[in-house]
């Protein structure tokens, strides 16, 4: 792959003893970027040990096009394959849309495709952390 002058991506991988990997994605997730993700994704899930959870923190991706969308795709197909529970944390608004335009929200987060956009910084529908979004009035 050739580097382009100004090119903005960088991965930061980290590890904890319970099973969790950590995917930090800073700067633009495309095609220039895409297979470096899709690598790293599965250097993690390949490793000795395979991890229980695989989570991609998107809270620093600045754009994301189709090649990024396939590499999202690809590794979701390579942590289900490893048996890898997958989550994509701190979504920004602008992945959140292309994820629902292209009807990828639901299979990439098991989220409602019907609830609010999650905020910069809030762990998806599949976070620990939060609470399921309420159920639209009937």
Excluded at 29 to 52: F, H, K, N, Q, Y
Excluded at 69 to 86: E, F, Q, W
């Amino acid at each position: 792959m050739t580097a382009f002058p100004g090119r903005t991506f960088e991965l930061e991988v980290t590890a904890d003893d319970s099973g969790e990997v950590c995917l930090r994605i800073h700067g633009d997730l495309d095609w220039d970027s895409a297979d470096d993700l899709t690598e790293a994704a599965r250097l993690c899930l390949e490793v000795g040990r395979t991890p229980r959870l695989l989570r991609l923190d998107c809270g620093k991706v600045t754009q994301c096009d189709s090649m990024g969308l396939a590499a999202l795709l690809m590794i979701h197909r390579l942590a289900a394959a490893a048996g890898t529970a997958l989550r994509l944390d701190h979504r920004p608004e602008a992945l959140e849309r292309l994820l629902e335009l292209t009807g990828t929200l639901d299979h990439l987060t098991g989220a409602d495709t019907t609830a609010v956009a999650h905020a910069p910084g809030e762990p998806d529908a599949q976070g620990a952390a939060g609470t399921p979004p309420p159920a639209p009035p009937p």
